[in-house]
């Protein structure tokens, strides 16, 4: 027999753990989150790679409602993060409300009952929720590039969010897959470790310093004493980066300054004239992900690493072989190559209204109503959802208001008896024409090829605005824009005056 619930959450990470927190905040306790790991934390319980930290300010790569006095320093490492999750469960309670090791591989809605079957990779009992949270987030399954050979090659294979800690680099030779946000963390750490170190880079990032400090004792003291303190420090690190959107969103005299900014930095640490040529963009600063970091110029540079810049042609058995026809040998190939961040379809069968398939109207890219849900899909909910990616601020800036509208919506679905909230066709269309409109004036539809844009060059992925823009469309729940389906025979004033 299913199992029923009011509201079902998928995942466990950061998305999720807040979930559950502001439905219980918000008095609703019939929840459950489903989890396919045995433990919470997600991104930050999966990318566990030697220097693996954050690139925002601690402060704000966390959430309001749940601050945290005791950060170590100005950027968290990820094991940090790791506990700042788990001890959101902990402190709010929410872990009896987990299902651990609960694979989702479907939902299916029913018109006629308004509830959701939620199916398991694992067998257990379907599960019935009048709500579902799709908080599994982007970042969730290691990709590793389409390269030929992968298979052919006979040394050991290591991926940047699936760490294999028991493999020792010491006198070994390895190659680094990538130059993204991962690289230039793992780079620094294995050029101690490992013989020799070979970069494989596709394409250079903007690079712009990371002033990290260990933050002092009084400095936290303060914080627990007078949590006015850290809420003020939110704010300013908050704006602060409002500011930055206006050279990085944009392309704008702004813009030029961040590359200048990000020159400097190249030329301070990088002496060779060759290697800084090939360490420097040809594309405007923030039509790719920024990259924070004072010592992967310096290890780029030590005796035992070098950087090779010729594309890889296929892997063969002992290693890489490049264009030019070099086959480069190693003990080891890291692809620190990111995630499968697909920007069109769904990462697991969604079914709704009539039989319709998200998966198909999604295959030329991703789309939703302010990010968070999808007419035809009633009381369906995503965090993270398309174009809700920033480009200069925390994640978690945009998170927080996405669960803090959806567990709103929820609870008035709840509280007013309702079948369900269904997005109108008219209301999420005049949305995203809004939205890809914005786009075309944005640096990340200005011609570099990056993850944020489909094939096809449609950008189902960043958010064309100021993070508080994006947090102000999200502070309310405008019903104007919902179908509101109740149950047959019930009467609902409010149901009935809006539709």
């Known amino acids: 027999?299913?199992?029923?619930?009011?509201?079902?959450?998928?995942?466990?990470?950061?998305?999720?753990?807040?979930?559950?927190?502001?439905?219980?905040?918000?008095?609703?306790?019939d929840f459950a989150i489903f989890e396919r790991d045995d433990r919470v934390g997600g991104t930050w319980r999966d990318n566990t790679y030697p220097g693996a930290a954050?690139?925002?300010?601690?402060?704000?790569?966390?959430?309001?409602?749940?601050?945290?006095?005791?950060?170590?320093?100005?950027?968290s490492r990820s094991a940090e993060i790791l506990d700042y999750i788990r001890s959101m469960v902990d402190d709010s309670g929410i872990g009896r409300h987990i299902r651990f090791g609960h694979t989702v591989s479907g939902l299916e809605y029913s018109a006629e009952e308004g509830l959701w079957t939620v199916t398991f990779a694992e067998g257990h009992e379907p599960v019935r929720a009048r709500a579902v949270v799709l908080a599994s987030g982007p970042l969730a399954n290691a990709s590793f590039p389409d390269i030929p050979g992968i298979e052919d090659y006979a040394g050991h294979k290591i991926h940047s969010a699936r760490w294999d800690h028991d493999y020792d680099f010491t006198g070994k030779k390895v190659a680094v897959v990538g130059t993204g946000?991962?690289?230039?963390?793992?780079?620094?750490?294995?050029?101690?470790?490992?013989?020799?170190?070979?970069?494989?880079?596709?394409?250079?990032?903007?690079?712009?310093?990371r002033a990290d400090a260990r933050t002092r004792e009084a400095t936290k003291?303060?914080?627990?004493?007078?949590?006015?303190t850290q809420r003020l420090a939110r704010s300013l690190?908050?704006?602060?980066?409002?500011?930055?959107?206006?050279?990085?969103?944009?392309?704008?005299?702004?813009?030029?300054?961040?590359?200048?900014?990000?020159?400097?930095?190249?030329?301070?640490?990088?002496?060779?004239p060759w290697l800084r040529r090939q360490l420097t963009p040809d594309f405007a600063a923030g039509c790719k992900?920024?990259?924070?970091?004072?010592?992967?110029?310096?290890?780029?540079?030590?005796?035992?690493?070098?950087?090779?810049?010729?594309?890889?042609?296929?892997?063969?058995?002992?290693?890489?072989?490049?264009?030019?026809?070099?086959?480069?040998?190693?003990?080891?190939?890291?692809?620190?190559?990111?995630?499968?961040?697909?920007?069109?379809?769904?990462?697991i069968p969604i079914t709704g209204l009539d039989g319709r398939e998200l998966a198909s109207e999604w295959e030329r890219g991703a789309f939703a109503y302010r990010s968070v849900a999808a007419s035809g899909y009633p009381n369906l909910f995503f965090t993270f959802g398309p174009n809700s990616g920033p480009g200069?601020?925390?994640?978690?800036?945009?998170?927080?208001?996405?669960?803090?509208?959806?567990?709103?919506?929820?609870?008035?679905?709840?509280?007013?008896?309702?079948?369900?909230?269904?997005?109108?066709?008219?209301?999420?269309?005049?949305?995203?024409?809004?939205?890809?409109?914005?786009?075309?004036?944005?640096?990340?539809?200005?011609?570099?090829?990056?993850?944020?844009?489909?094939?096809?060059?449609?950008?189902?992925?960043?958010?064309?605005?100021?993070?508080?823009?994006?947090?102000?469309?999200?502070?309310?729940?405008?019903?104007?824009?919902?179908?509101?389906?109740?149950?047959?025979?019930?009467?609902?004033?409010?149901?009935?005056?809006?539709?």
């Open 1 to 29: 027999m299913a199992m029923h619930t009011s509201v079902a959450v998928i995942g466990a990470g950061f998305a999720g753990i807040g979930a559950g927190i502001r439905l219980r905040d918000r008095g609703i306790d």
């Open 54 to 75: 954050c690139d925002i300010p601690s402060r704000l790569y966390s959430y309001s409602f749940a601050p945290n006095p005791e950060w170590s320093h100005t950027y």
């Open 181 to 209: 946000a991962s690289a230039v963390q793992i780079v620094p750490e294995l050029v101690d470790r490992a013989a020799s170190v070979k970069v494989f880079q596709r394409t250079p990032g903007w690079v712009l310093p």
């Open 221 to 228: 003291r303060l914080y627990r004493s007078i949590p006015g």
């Open 237 to 272: 690190w908050f704006w602060g980066h409002e500011t930055v959107a206006l050279g990085v969103v944009w392309n704008t005299p702004l813009t030029r300054v961040v590359e200048a900014v990000s020159k400097l930095h190249l030329r301070s640490q990088v002496d060779d």
């Open 289 to 347: 992900r920024l990259l924070m970091t004072s010592d992967y110029y310096p290890a780029l540079q030590r005796p035992n690493c070098k950087l090779v810049t010729w594309p890889i042609a296929r892997l063969a058995e002992r290693g890489i072989r490049t264009v030019e026809g070099v086959e480069h040998q190693f003990d080891c190939i890291v692809f620190a190559t990111g995630f499968d961040v697909s920007k069109t379809g769904t990462p």
């Open 392 to 499: 200069h601020s925390s994640a978690l800036v945009y998170m927080e208001a996405q669960i803090d509208y959806i567990t709103g919506a929820v609870a008035q679905l709840l509280d007013n008896g309702w079948k369900a909230l269904d997005v109108r066709a008219e209301a999420q269309d005049r949305y995203n024409r809004d939205i890809q409109r914005r786009l075309t004036s944005t640096t990340w539809n200005s011609g570099c090829q990056s993850w944020y844009l489909t094939e096809d060059g449609f950008n189902a992925t960043m958010y064309p605005g100021f993070a508080s823009q994006y947090v102000g469309q999200l502070r309310r729940v405008e019903l104007r824009d919902y179908r509101i389906l109740v149950h047959e025979g019930a009467r609902t004033p409010a149901a009935a005056a809006l539709q």
